[in-house]
């Protein structure tokens, strides 16, 4: 069995921090994954915050969120304006790049993307994704291959905009296998490879899930023969839940499941046609995600 694995890189602190924790921990297991880089202002204090209702401040309990988070984060760019993540701390990510995994692009400025997507026009998508490859390309010395959206906000305007970019795929929504998004009735040629796992977040502290049976429970969710693409955030697995992730990279390798970056998958399980992008909610987070609409198209392609 075999698992995608992305690593999305929220914050300054995720980078500074958790992705050198992971980078050594795969490099333990021989694991390659892909990581997607926040790489301008980190204000997810601001949005931490700005999400403070009811049912988030019982998320916040839920998943115990300053020691899940850290105090540091939930204060950036609330008083004072955040710090250029891919300035300070390019070494960093050009570092995981040298390790031989798969860099790509999450977001210019994570923050923004996820509290104002709905009211972003083309021109404001494009300018923030734009944004986001000018510094990885200066980093990298070549444009990131790939992209992944901040909290699955994805609609039409992104495909758009991202189609605009050579990425060779992109990873911005929830599904169950790899296909081509249609904007309008027309298939875009950049495949699309959903997450089709939970993160540790949405599942933790409900149905009786618990640090102590996380990593099983993810494991009994990983389907044979099928799709897997598993996120993971250099916050959580890679500061707070890195003990609890070391075991689970033990568990699932002693079960024979193998991880790769998403970019192996796409060689693996081709498009299996396409389908539109919609909004739905689901259990265990805020808003609405991306969702791979019309499964049904894409499952007669696989008969
Ligand atoms: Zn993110």
Redesign the pocket.
């Known amino acids: 069995m075999k698992i995608g694995l992305r690593i999305?890189v929220?914050t300054f602190r995720g980078t500074r921090y958790g992705v050198p924790n992971l980078c050594k921990l795969l490099a333990k297991y021989s694991i390659n994954a892909s990581f997607f880089f926040?790489v301008g202002p980190d204000n997810m204090g601001r949005h931490l915050w700005r999400l403070l209702r009811p049912a988030f401040l019982w998320k916040m309990l839920r998943t115990r969120a300053t020691s899940l988070y850290g105090w540091d984060i939930l204060l950036k760019g609330t008083f004072w304006p955040g710090p250029v993540i891919g300035e300070k701390l390019e070494n960093i990510i050009r570092l995981t790049a040298d390790a031989s995994h798969e860099v790509g692009l999450?977001a210019w400025d994570?923050h923004r993307w996820q509290a104002n997507i709905d009211k972003m026009n083309a021109a404001a998508v494009n300018h923030s994704v734009n944004q986001g490859v000018e510094m990885l390309t200066h980093i990298l010395g070549h444009p990131p291959r790939c992209s992944a959206v901040?909290?699955w906000k994805c609609n039409d305007n992104v495909l758009l905009a991202k189609s605009r970019f050579p990425f060779e795929y992109n990873s911005d929504c929830r599904g169950e296998s790899i296909f081509h998004p249609l904007v309008s009735g027309e298939e875009l040629l950049q495949p699309q490879i959903p997450v089709t796992l939970p993160t540790y977040d949405e599942v933790i502290g409900r149905n009786g899930v618990t640090d102590e049976n996380y990593n099983e429970y993810l494991l009994s969710l990983v389907k044979p023969n099928e799709l897997n693409v598993l996120t993971i955030?250099a916050e959580v697995e890679g500061i707070a839940c890195r003990d609890m992730f070391s075991r689970f990279l033990e568990m699932a390798h002693n079960k024979g499941v193998s991880f790769v970056p998403l970019g192996a998958m796409l060689r693996e399980y081709h498009p299996t046609g396409s389908a539109e992008i919609i909004k739905k909610e689901i259990p265990g987070r805020e808003g609405w995600i991306a969702y791979q609409a019309d499964l049904s198209s894409c499952r007669k392609e696989i008969d």
């Open positions: 999305d929220d926040s999450h994570h901040p909290g955030h």
